[in-house]
């Protein structure tokens, strides 16, 4: 390779775990980098990693990292020769590429002719068609009129799904299975659709029976085109990605040889340079089929999931964009790539399963993942997860020779993750990881959905997790003192009050001499739990203590899904701390909905109120069944973060149960 050719320094116009990832790859290069950054984030990791930073301007998104023009003149001001724009943002916006163009600087990244003719999910279907390319049957024409569309949803049979043709992350989309449902479904598709994107053309496609997302990375040097498997991302919510893999389960070599040519034909129809993802649906009723799979869409950019890719193959796809924007051909030929083994990505999220996945914020006092994963994360244990964008925390990698193996490792690496501080999809991932019909490989687009309340259910805690967090409330969590004499170290009987889900539990300790404890729930129901040291750790009944944190006075016990707990102190209501009497804003937004009125008695997992916010609707449940004591907001009213929105009456007597 002709090193000497490679820019000296480049600019990342991006933020958290993928600004991270392209620093790191950078300089294992011996590229210098340049971080850009918002006010909120200038004391962010991909700040800290990079070798200079420029700040942009404000939190929000328009004014700082979709500002192409302070981005460019960073780039210039700096001597960086080339911009990596990483994912989202900029990435696919072909005006910023010809900006950057026109300024002499290099975007790595593919054309803006690219770009523009993937850029649109109509006009990329017609051009796939032409190609060659097995498209998903439908209508991506230009009469928009509601009649028409009607008219094209029988033509091509029900059920089918309505698309935004600049859609993206999966809005301004509509399953609709009758005619009676078209109208209706076709106004909310469009609204959405308008509001994210500005744009409110639909496309119409068969809404293909169990369905599979599966995705073939493929990477051009704009003349030739390799690829690099396939991705298999079934497991999404709301069509946004949970976990995915790599290869594609039950995937033969004759459908893999089908898919993995049309993508390439793809990429080389369009003169693609550097990484790109031919997006297909498949359908997965009766396995994979060499003609079962539709092209939906191209993405050109590097993907969120692109490490378990990575994983297979060995390959470094940012060292490869770089090099391929740098004009060094493609860096090998088809038949050098292989796949060893398998990888699964898991992407962590500061949100609440339990709570309809409502996002999350706060600050992460306690992060820290075991030994044999692949961590790409943006964020440092001390750090805010802020609302201002995405509430991703990491994405975890395992792989393994196996399937079965690299799942194995996965799950072991969620359950060793320690967070503390925010409230995190970690114990629904674990239990997605260790579902059955994921274990098996059989998977489509709506297992999660499917499986949904076993899977999100938040677990109470038991007796011995209750008796382990009463230890750590009387700091005797560490090794017991040795006994000197006779001297009484300790009282011998205290008592601790923990609030948990909505609940209080009064737990007494007692301490006995040979530093043993015993602790029972003081209303006599339930088991008495033994605490005994052993050499490197507690055992409560036998078992080995889980790992903890503790802030203040709130406690979180690790193993799986992270069981909250708060300490009540003498004199303390256990009504506050027990939460859920007041519904707060999780973050900055619009009230768009409210459901409830004063007085109503609601359920708990009741939807009461939308908040619009981070470009998504959030319901907000009722934490506990309850009575609506006051509503403390409006219909169409902006709210900040912490603000109090509804208040529940005080628990019934009766409910303690
Ligand atoms: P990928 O297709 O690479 O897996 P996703 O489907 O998760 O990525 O997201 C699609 C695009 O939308 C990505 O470029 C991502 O950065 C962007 N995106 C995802 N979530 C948000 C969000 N909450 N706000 C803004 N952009 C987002
Ligand atoms: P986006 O740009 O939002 O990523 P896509 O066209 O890639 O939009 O679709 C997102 C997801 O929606 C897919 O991963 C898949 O789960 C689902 N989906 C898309 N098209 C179809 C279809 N024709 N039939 C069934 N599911 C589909
Ligand atoms: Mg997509």
Known sequence: MAEGQLFTKILIANRGEIACRVIESARAMGIATVAVHSDVDAEARHVALADEAVSLGGARPDESYLRGDAIIAAARATGAQAVHPGYGFLSENPDFVEALEDAGLVFIGPSARAIRSMGLKGAAKALMEEAGVPVVPGYHGAEQSEAHLAAEAERIGYPVLLKAVAGGGGKGMRRVDAPAAFSEALAAAKAEAKGAFGNDEMLVEKYILSPRHVEVQVFGDGTRAVHLFERDCSLQRRHQKVIEEAPAPGMSEEVRAAMTGAAVRAAEAIGYKGAGTIEFIADGSEGLRADGFWFMEMNTRLQVEHPVTEAITGVDLVEWQIRVAAGEPLPCAQADLAIR?????????????????????????????????????????????????????????????????????????????????????????????????????????????????????????????????????????????????????????????????????????????????????????????????????????????????????????????????????????????????????????????????????????????????????????????????????????????????????????????
């Open 341 to 657: 083994g398998h990888a699964v990505e898991a992407r962590l999220y500061a949100e609440d399963a339990a709570a309809g996945f409502l996002p999350a914020t706060g600050r992460l006092d306690r992060l820290a993942f075991p030994d044999g994963l692949r961590v790409d994360t943006g964020v440092r244990e001390g750090d805010e997860i802020s609302p201002h964008y995405d509430p991703m925390i990491a994405k975890v990698i395992a792989q393994g020779p196996t399937r079965d193996v690299a799942l194995a490792r996965l799950k072991a690496g969620l359950r060793g993750t320690e967070v503390a501080g925010s409230v995190t999809n970690l114990g629904f991932l674990e239990r997605l990881v260790a579902q059955e019909d994921f274990r098996a490989g059989e998977v489509d687009t709506g297992l999660i959905e499917r499986h949904q309340a076993a899977l999100c259910e938040a677990p109470v805690a038991d007796a011995a997790a209750l008796a382990w967090a009463a230890m750590i409330a009387l700091d005797l969590e560490g090794a017991p003192a040795p006994r000197r004499g006779f001297t009484l170290w300790a009282p011998l009987r205290r008592i601790v009050t923990l609030a948990h889900q909505g609940e209080t539990v009064e737990l007494a300790v007692e301490s006995r001499d040979d530093g043993s404890h015993v602790i029972t729930p003081v209303d006599g129901e339930g088991t008495a739990i033994e605490a005994r040291w052993q050499a490197d750790g507690w055992r409560l009944d036998g078992q080995r203590a889980p790992g903890w944190h503790r802030e203040g006075q709130r406690i979180t016990l690790f193993g799986g899904w992270p069981l909250e707990m708060e300490l009540i102190l003498p004199g303390q209501g256990g009504e506050a701390a027990a939460g859920g009497d007041v519904i707060l804003a999780p973050m900055p937004g619009l009230v768009r909905a409210i459901f409830t009125r004063a007085g109503e008695t609601v359920a708990a997992g009741q939807r009461l109120a939308i908040l619009e916010a981070m470009k998504m609707e959030h319901a907000l449940v009722a934490p506990r069944d309850g009575i609506v004591a006051e509503i403390l907001t409006t219909e169409g009213g902006q709210v900040d973060a912490g603000a109090a929105l509804i208040r529940l009456e005080a628990a019934e007597a009766g409910d303690a149960a």
